[in-house]
């Protein structure tokens, strides 16, 4: 019989969602197992992201990599021919261009794009009941689930972009994982952000277009870390729905529960932005799929009971729009192609 229950929630668990009190942490055996974490410094100013995603395609698991910077606008993504994701805990790696786990992260994408981060004092999300998608955490099948896993740490290391290497210490850190049946939904927005006023800060949302089956839906969730330790989430639809009006210049969402409400304004020029790529894992290869800000503007507003509780603004906010159809169209405009600079897919 305990066979029998085991082989039933590896069957489960490999549908993408997790049972309460389950960890999503370990991979789910899905499509698309995606990693990514991001440094906000903001005494100079400057935000790294690193991202791998792990895919799965006929003939075994490749990689999609990336390491970009901002102000200076660094971008590198990579198709790597090799992946894997621990079925035990946090972690994942591409050959030796990419390892990284709870604690650290060294990404090597030739000589003038490598990252090694040590994370100490992390604060990671502190519910268990469940993760980042709520209820939709114990849905099977679903093509997209969302767990910002890190909400915060002390940051150090260093990274070189370009020609330039930048050391860091003490920086701010965020993490989360995502994944998914068929790799990405047709539409998704994002946000995150530190370098508030308060340093315990930290916002991040995630939206999209989910489906399993005859289902599909829009659904976005919002989390605020507030100065004392509050955690708010909001995005169950009928509890605390949250409505999103997304372009790939602005971003505007409004929740509501019985006590909390939230409301986010944030703002990029789409000039300043990234194409990033989104892997299609059966085809072994990525393409455009996302205009992504690194240093866009993020005002929030917490109200408790209909009254003020806190209110901050951040000018290294993280923001992404995401369409495979959308960012061709932009790489079109920009005159690139899917191996130009701000979409490249170098083959490793």
């Known amino acids: 019989m305990g066979s029998i229950v085991q082989g039933a929630l590896r069957a489960y668990r490999a549908g993408g969602a997790d049972l309460p009190f389950g960890d999503p942490l370990p991979c789910h055996d899905v499509a ?4 990514f974490w991001r440094v906000t410094d903001s005494a100079s100013g400057r935000v790294v992201i690193a991202l791998i995603g792990v895919n799965r395609a006929a003939d075994g698991d490749w990689a999609t990599l990336g390491l970009a910077g901002y102000p ?40 003038d794009a490598q990252l090694d981060l040590r994370i100490e004092r ?31 740490g002390s940051a150090s290391g260093s990274a070189t972009l370009g020609d330039e290497l930048w050391e860091f210490e003490g920086a701010q850190v965020y993490a989360e994982k995502n994944w998914g049946k068929g790799g990405f939904p047709p539409a998704w927005w994002w946000g995150q952000a530190q370098g508030f006023a308060e340093r315990q800060v930290c916002v991040a949302f995630a939206g999209g277009v989910i489906e399993s089956g005859p289902l599909r839906t829009e659904v976005t969730a919002v989390v605020v870390l507030l100065p004392d330790g509050t955690l708010i989430r909001l995005g169950d639809p009928g509890f605390s729905p949250v409505v999103a009006e997304v372009s790939d210049e602005r971003w505007r969402l409004s929740g509501r529960s019985a006590r909390w409400q939230v409301e986010i304004d944030a703002y990029a020029p789409l000039g300043a932005a990234h194409v990033l790529p989104v892997p299609l894992p059966a085809e072994r290869r990525n393409v455009p799929g996302a205009i992504e800000h690194l240093g866009g503007q993020m005002h929030v507003t917490v109200r408790r009971h209909g009254r003020v509780h806190w209110r901050g603004s951040s000018e ?33």
């Open 316 to 348: 290294l906010a993280a923001l992404e729009h995401g369409g495979i159809e959308r960012a061709r169209a932009e790489v079109a405009r920009r005159g690139g192609g899917p191996d130009a600079p701000d979409a490249a897919a170098v083959e490793c």
């Open 72 to 111: 200076n606008r660094f971008l590198r993504t990579v198709a790597h021919a090799e992946g894997a994701a621990d079925r035990e805990r946090l972690g994942a790696s591409a050959g030796d261009a990419f390892r990284a786990d709870q604690d650290r992260v060294r990404v090597d994408l030739g000589p």
């Open 122 to 152: 992390a604060r990671p999300w502190p519910r268990r009941v469940l993760g980042g998608s709520s209820i939709f955490q114990s849905v099977p099948a679903l093509n997209q689930y969302w767990h910002p896993w890190l909400l915060g």
């Open 32 to 35: 698309t197992e995606g990693y």
